[in-house]
Every structure is written in structure tokens, then in C-alpha cells.
């Protein structure tokens, strides 16, 4: 009972030693909040993407392969994984599927799209009219709009087309802001 007694007592000591060592004493620790407060506040910054930031990275994917139900540059991409994965990089919250994007962002007219817009087709059945491509606009040079997107077509994989190129303006459905 002794020996327990005299244990009991060291570790207890021990304990509020070690306390003691680690407490700041209330006038430092008031001193520290008042400088803390003089301290310039600063201000949460936005942080925009530039368009140009987000298509050359884009660009670094060209020629990378076309894999269905796929967002991943190591094993390929589908054309909603190409544009998911590119926002995705710089934090955006966007669709992993192309018909999804028909609700996201805000909706332009063809007209009024700028680059880094994110563009909507119809799928490849020219008899169904709802959402089943998507791409991001390039450039666009005076009434050509070029966008870069991973197709499934004889290109196969990421790559750079016109909206003037096969078939696309006819399959087009509409344009949505990200940015």
C-alpha cells in the first residue's frame, strides 16, 4: 500500500509539473491576443483561372487516347472525363457526365462565347437531340470556333477541331460559362 501510495505521489507531482511548464501566464497570453489583433487582416483573395492558364494545360493532354467512362490521363479519356479533369485541376466543381452540363454554369448564345466556354453537342445518333458530346472552346477567330475535346471519331483521343469540321455544327446544342 506504500509503495502504491508513494507511486501514486510522483506520477501526481510529475503531472503538475509538466503543466506548469506548458501554462502561459495570463498577461503573456493577453499581450499575444492584443498584437494579434494590431496584426493587417488579410483579405481572402478569389482566385480566377485565367482561360489561357486552363487551355494550355488542356493543350499539354493533346493526343492522349479516347477511353470510354474514363477521366484519367493515364489510361485515357472520354470527352466528359477530358473537360472534367481540366476544371477539376484548377478546383472547379463540374459534371462528370456531358448531359449534366446542359444545367451547369451559365448558358450564352453561340455568339457571345468566349474562350474556355465549354461547348455541347448532340451525340453521334443524329436522331436523338439530347446532350451526348462536350468540348472546350480554343480559339475562336472572327466566326470560327475551335474547340479541344477528346473524340471518339477518327481522331481518337484529346485533340483541337473547328466547329466548321464534319459534322459538329449541326450536332451543336449550346454553350455554358464555367469560368
Do not use: W
Not at 506548469?20 to 497570453?29: D, F, G, H, I, N
Not at 489510361?75 to 476544371?87: E, Q
Not at 448558358?107 to 439530347?130: C, H, Q, Y
Request: hydrophobic share 35%; charged share 25%.
Amino acid at each position: 500500500m506504500k509503495k502504491t501510495f508513494i507511486l501514486f505521489s510522483i506520477l501526481l507531482c510529475s503531472m503538475f509539473a509538466v503543466k506548469s511548464q506548458t501554462t502561459v501566464p495570463l498577461q503573456y497570453r493577453e499581450l499575444v491576443d492584443q498584437l494579434i489583433k494590431q496584426l493587417p487582416k488579410e483579405q481572402e483573395e478569389k482566385v480566377v483561372t485565367s482561360p489561357n492558364r486552363l487551355l494550355e494545360f488542356a493543350k499539354s493532354m493533346i493526343g492522349i487516347r479516347y477511353r470510354y467512362a474514363s477521366s484519367s490521363p493515364k489510361k485515357g479519356f472520354d470527352c466528359s472525363g477530358f473537360v472534367n479533369y481540366v476544371f477539376s485541376n484548377f478546383g472547379f466543381k463540374v459534371p462528370r457526365s456531358s448531359r449534366e452540363f446542359a444545367s451547369s454554369g451559365e448558358p450564352r448564345k453561340l455568339e457571345d462565347a468566349k474562350i474556355g466556354d465549354v461547348i455541347l453537342f448532340t451525340g453521334t445518333n443524329s436522331k436523338s437531340r439530347s446532350i451526348g458530346h462536350v468540348g472546350i472552346i480554343y480559339s475562336i477567330d472572327g466566326e470560327e470556333i475551335k474547340f479541344i475535346h477528346s473524340s471518339s471519331g477518327n481522331k481518337r483521343g484529346v485533340t483541337i477541331s473547328s466547329l466548321d469540321d464534319g459534322f459538329y455544327r449541326k450536332r451543336f446544342m449550346k454553350v455554358v460559362s464555367i469560368l
